[in-house]
Structures are given as C-alpha cells and as structure tokens.
C-alpha cells in the first residue's frame, strides 16, 4: 500500500513537512500526521538520542506511541534499551543487534560511522 505521501524531519521549517510523491518533491505541504502509522527510520541506532528527539516530535504532534515504529539496519544494546524504556510502546525493528558503543558512540562490532562509509567521507 503506497499513499505517495512521506515525511520528512526538516530542521529550518516546520519539524513535520509532508511532500507528496506525485507532485513535486521540492515543494511541501504541512500536515496532520496523528491519524497515520509512523515508520521512523536511520541506518543505525548506537545511543538512541536522535531517535529519541524524532520520536519526541511526533509525540509532540499528537502521534501515538502506538503507531511509531522505528527501523534501522544495525542497532546496539544499550541504543535499544533506552528507546524502549523511555517509550514503551513504540516498536523497535532492526536488522541486527550488536552489543556495545565504543567511545566515540560507534556500534560494536558494527561498521563503524554509517555516513562516513555511505558518502566516503571520514577516515
């Protein structure tokens, strides 16, 4: 089922800025989001921090917990324990669970910084 819509977290506007598929991707339009199921989505999720913000935003516009559900490729322990304890309800769905972050907030074993090995930037 594809309704042509997706949403976006943009930083400079309005945190919610839905675009639709058949339109123009470039221009937006702003929405209610309350009624959908939300898939929340990242590569990774080492701390749980940035999904914790993203989550806290859908909340704040009257997405249930419920209908959040959050997906990564790679996700460590720690990242999942503290998603799930401060928001119970929202579903966790990963491709693989690695146990530790390093220092430098990296999944262990992981694969290091996701970003930097997508763009080939970094070291």
Do not use: W
Request: charged share 15%; proline share 6%; aromatic share 10%.
């Amino acid at each position: 089922f594809h309704t042509g819509i997706s949403l976006s977290l943009h930083p400079i506007f309005n945190p919610l800025l839905c675009t639709h598929y058949y339109n123009d991707p470039t221009k937006g339009f702003f929405c209610r989001i309350a009624n959908m199921h939300v898939l929340l989505m990242d590569a990774t999720l080492a701390t749980g921090a940035a999904a914790m913000m993203a989550i806290r935003i859908l909340l704040d516009h009257e997405v249930p917990e419920q209908q959040i559900s959050f997906v990564c490729l790679i996700a460590s322990k720690p990242g999942v324990q503290a998603i799930a304890y401060a928001f119970p309800k929202v579903r966790i769905i990963m491709g693989e669970l690695d146990a530790d972050i390093d220092e430098k907030f990296h999944i262990l074993p992981g694969l290091g910084n996701f970003g930097d090995r997508f763009f080939g930037t970094g070291s």
